[in-house]
Each structure stands twice: as structure tokens, then as C-alpha cells.
């Protein structure tokens, strides 16, 4: 079973960067790891997702050339680097973890959800 626990979240103005860090905790060979947010009354979207290995990455159209995700195995943390942020970039930033994935965007494949951290962009 594994555990995750987002940070970096917080309050930046538009054109700004954020880093969100996602550290997990328990099993964490072969495990996919993915980005998705939700923004007030909307439903949860996939943001972005890279598999066990680094070797595998994939991206929301939204957040192309913007967001980069990334891992550290040794420490055990994927991180979400966001830059050029839009307003329509607020949201609630959840991490999620998928074993053996292939990076999917649907957010059913993913088996266990961080406690989500907050991102607003401001104009």
C-alpha cells in the first residue's frame, strides 16, 4: 500500500512558476505516478503522469510546453514544475499512483489519491 502527500501548492500571479512535490510513502516499485486538478465545480481533469522508469510521459493539451513532470526514486517524489501559470491553471492539484501504468489520463486507473494541495493563479 502506498501513501501520498502533496506540497507546494500556494498563491502566485499569472506568468509565475510553482513546484509540487508528491512524496510517497510504502511500496513504491512500479508504481505510475499522475497529476490531476479540479477546479471549483468542475469535474477532476488529468494533468500529467510519468510511468515507474522515467521512460513514459504524458500531458493534458492544457498544460503542454508549461508543466513538467518529474521523478526522484530515491527520494521517492514525482515533482509537477508549472510555469507560465494562467489563471485557469487554479485548482486543487491532486497526485495519484497507478501500479505497472502506462501514464493513462483516466484517473479510474489510479488506486490511491493524495489529500490534493491548493494552486491559485492570480490576474
Known amino acids: 500500500q502506498v501513501q501520498l502527500v502533496e506540497s507546494g501548492g500556494g498563491l502566485v500571479q499569472t506568468g509565475g512558476s510553482l513546484r509540487l512535490s508528491c512524496a510517497a510513502s510504502?511500496?513504491?516499485?512500479?508504481?505510475?505516478m499522475g497529476w490531476f486538478r479540479q477546479a471549483p465545480g468542475n469535474q477532476r481533469e488529468f494533468v500529467a503522469a510519468?510511468?515507474?522508469?522515467?521512460?513514459?510521459?504524458n500531458y493534458a493539451d492544457s498544460v503542454k510546453g508549461r508543466f513538467t513532470i518529474s521523478r526522484d526514486n530515491a527520494k521517492n517524489t514525482v515533482y509537477l514544475q508549472m510555469n507560465s501559470l494562467k489563471p485557469e491553471d487554479t485548482a486543487v492539484y491532486f497526485c495519484?499512483?497507478?501500479?505497472?501504468?502506462?501514464?493513462?489520463?483516466?484517473?479510474?486507473?489510479?488506486?490511491?489519491w493524495g489529500q490534493g494541495t491548493q494552486v491559485t493563479v492570480s490576474l
Open positions: 510504502g511500496r513504491t516499485y512500479g508504481i505510475t
Open positions: 495519484a499512483a497507478d501500479l505497472w501504468g502506462a501514464a493513462s489520463t483516466s484517473q479510474t486507473n489510479y488506486e490511491t
Open positions: 510519468i510511468t515507474w522508469n522515467g521512460r513514459m510521459s
